[in-house]
């Protein structure tokens, strides 16, 4: 089975730290993203990438940045952690027969920015 | 924009009872996706049914769609307490974009 882990399921930062969360998948998908998932709005697409150096804008990049060196791992980064950046963030990967079909998500970190 | 609405916001059954929630959208879609959430996971792959299919079955699982109507339903049959979850559709619109609902809460009460 496909595994997507998330380096943190609990994470509480300062307001203007930087913050940096990992994920790495175990299954060579080229496929892989980020969202934000808070109540009542569903997900919401962050940054995607389907290579490695190759990185696009979601729905709401700003305030965030990516980075994929290795096609394994996708990390996404927080430059000025603010409060309206606390959330539950969520990595998925898909294999690249269709980006966006049946996607693996890692179990999530929840950000508290204080 | 969210397009995917699920329906209900929340749902509350006994277990053993059939457990139904829906999903409307507003534009042409290329297929329809739903995903399972246990409290605090992340999420799950169910099952994709695409745009020119009508029914598609896993399980204790089925799903419709209705292209003319521009909805989907999910249906669980015979739940277990291991059934309690968020359930969220997900559409690909005809733009390749990924467009989730806000999801149906399902509690299946023992």
């Known amino acids: 089975d496909v595994k997507v882990t998330q380096s943190s399921r609990y994470l509480v930062k300062r307001t203007g730290e930087k913050v940096f969360l990992e994920c790495v998948q175990d299954?060579?998908?080229?496929?892989m993203f980020w969202y934000r998932q808070d109540p009542g709005l569903g997900l919401r697409l962050i940054y995607f990438?389907?290579?490695?150096?190759?990185?696009e804008k979601g729905d709401i990049p700003e305030g965030y940045s990516v980075s994929r060196e290795k096609k394994e791992r996708f990390s996404l980064i927080l430059e000025s952690a603010s409060t309206n950046q606390t959330s539950m963030y969520l990595c998925?990967?898909?294999?690249?027969?269709?980006?966006?079909?049946?996607?693996?998500f890692g179990s999530g970190t929840q950000l508290s920015v204080l | 924009s969210q397009q995917g609405e699920e329906d209900p916001q929340a749902l509350s059954i006994q277990e053993g009872e059939n457990a139904t929630m829906n999903c409307s959208y507003k534009t042409s879609i290329n297929n329809l996706q739903w995903y399972r959430q246990n409290s605090g996971r992340g999420l799950v792959h169910l099952i994709l049914i695409r745009s020119n299919e009508r029914e598609k079955h896993s399980g204790r699982l089925r799903v419709t769609l209705d292209t003319s109507k521009k909805s989907s339903s999910l249906l669980i049959t015979a739940s277990r307490a291991a059934d309690t979850a968020s359930y969220f559709c997900?559409?690909?619109?005809?733009?390749?974009?990924?467009?989730w609902g806000a999801g149906t809460k399902l509690i299946i009460k023992p």
């Open positions: 299954m060579d998908h080229e496929n």
């Open positions: 998925a990967s898909s294999s690249p027969g269709g980006p966006n079909e049946k996607l693996f």
């Open positions: 990438s389907y290579d490695v150096k190759m990185k």
């Open positions: 997900a559409t690909e619109d005809s733009n390749y974009q990924l467009i």
